[in-house]
């Protein structure tokens, strides 16, 4: 895993002492907003590209309409990008997030940039006193110990965290897990679920904006490239990210955590115990990262959740609620859960004196209002976010895990008494 290089990196790209200094000043000025219920919060988005304009139409919604934030700032190291965020939505533009996070008037951000920046910058943001939305994966394949100090350091802080599977709005999985706490399926041995689709999101997928653009004042590759391998520009690396290990990870990280979120949750899952994964470059072969994954993860309670997934074929086999994710079945020594026609229904094991019987969904998946009840958290200080960073931290491990095993070639054990990963 290399701990001690990334960190010796991280000190390197944190090196600015008076910008460190201003986050450490946003802490103690920031407060908490419950006691300003009329106020509103001023809301910082990082990462102007695809997602980062998704949240800031999401929260020009909000703003619009519920008139509890106001968007004030945003963040970009290219500044093409950045300036039209900053026009479009008349926020204040940031090169460096640092300076956001200094910025007081910014009580909230959301973080959209390369996965291998989402935990320094979430971290630097809990640091400064921020509420948080961080894009998934919460984490990149390389920072375990990243994410753990994340997850530690978020419970400490209290501050409001929600990391961005939006599909945890959609009342289902809730309610799934809520069934299972009661005994409905008796104890839990098994899961399965997956995320098919096709297309190539990387080559073809992810635009160039300018295939002349060049590092300078309106483009920081070094920021870019953050704890990452030192590299020299390429074009192709700064705006299609996803191709490549450094900053991604294929459908194991960018599309599985949308799936195995609901899932961990319904199960009540902590750490796993150990996983292993198949699959790697079977269709797309211009790019370095699987376009085809499938991981076996074990759990100390004896049961295991299998995720399968390409990027090669959509067929999903079961329903589909909300995006690509394929619909889970979670099975049980008396029976087992699924969603049949929009209703989550209930089929006994054999054997079992349980009736079949099918429970009505309260609501489905929706982004705004994902984005909604993370706003209002943040107004009244309540950590209970619809994907707080506990359930992140225990996904990303198994997500780590299961891509560390297929790019070793072994089995992926986890000690939790160490609280480490063991290849
Ligand atoms: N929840 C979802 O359904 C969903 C959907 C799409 C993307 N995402 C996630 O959002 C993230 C961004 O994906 P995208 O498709 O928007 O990528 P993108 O390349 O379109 O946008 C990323 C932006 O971040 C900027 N950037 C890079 N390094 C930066 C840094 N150090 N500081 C500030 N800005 C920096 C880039 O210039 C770029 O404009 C990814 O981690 C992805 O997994 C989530």
Redesign the pocket.
């Known amino acids: 895993m290399k701990k001690s290089n990334h960190e010796m990196t991280r000190r390197a790209f944190l090196g600015n002492a008076a910008l460190t200094g201003a986050i450490t000043a946003g802490a103690m000025t920031a407060s908490r907003r419950a006691a300003a219920a009329n106020d509103k919060l001023g809301v910082g988005v990082?990462?102007?590209?695809?997602?980062?304009?998704?949240h800031l139409q999401a929260l020009k919604h909000i703003q619009d309409n519920d008139k509890t934030i106001e968007i004030r700032a945003v963040?970009?190291?290219?500044r093409p990008?950045l300036d039209r965020a900053a026009e479009r939505y008349n926020a204040k533009g940031y090169m460096?997030?640092r300076e956001l996070l200094a910025d007081p008037a910014v009580d909230v951000v959301t973080i959209?940039?390369?996965?291998h920046?989402?935990g320094y910058?979430a971290l630097d943001a809990i640091r400064a006193g921020k509420d948080v939305y961080c894009?998934?994966?919460v984490t990149h394949w390389r920072q375990f110990e990243l994410t753990k100090e994340l997850a530690k350091v978020a419970a400490d802080s209290g501050r409001v965290f929600q990391c961005?599977?939006?599909g945890m709005s959609d009342a289902a999985w809730i309610q799934m897990g809520k069934l299972v706490r009661e005994g409905l399926i008796g104890r839990p041995i098994h899961a399965e679920c997956g995320f098919f689709r096709v297309g190539d999101w990387g080559e073809a997928g992810?635009p160039i904006d300018d295939p002349d653009a060049k590092p300078g004042p309106d483009l920081?590759w070094e920021?870019?490239l953050?704890d990452s391998p030192k590299r020299d520009f390429d074009v192709s690396r700064?705006?299609r990210?996803?191709m490549y290990e450094d900053y991604a990870g294929g459908p194991c990280t960018?599309l599985f955590p949308?799936t195995l979120t609901p899932v961990m949750h319904i199960m009540n899952s902590g750490l796993p115990s150990m996983a292993v994964a198949t699959g790697g470059m079977f269709r797309y072969t211009e790019r370095e990262v699987p376009d085809t994954f499938n991981m076996l993860i074990d759990f100390p309670e004896k049961y295991t959740i299998a995720v399968l997934g390409t990027q090669g074929n959509d067929y999903q086999a079961t329903e589909v609620r909300g995006?690509a994710a394929r619909i889970p079945v979670i099975r049980g020594w008396e029976g087992a859960l699924t969603v049949r026609n929009n209703e989550i229904e209930f089929i006994p094991a054999h054997g079992s004196d349980k009736k079949a019987h099918t429970i009505p969904i309260e609501k489905g998946e929706n982004l705004l209002h994902f984005f909604q009840e993370f706003i209002e958290c943040c107004r009244n200080g309540d950590p209970n976010t619809s994907s707080p960073m506990q359930l992140a931290y225990h996904v990303q491990t198994a997500l780590i895990m299961s891509y560390l095993s297929l790019r070793e070639g072994k089995v992926a054990r986890f000690d939790h008494e160490k609280e480490m990963i063991v290849l």
């Open positions: 990082i990462g102007a590209g695809g997602r980062g304009n998704s963040c970009d190291v290219y990008r460096d997030h959209a940039t390369p996965d920046h989402h910058q894009e998934k994966p961005g599977t939006q992810m920081n920021a870019f953050g700064f705006f990210w996803r960018d949308h995006s």
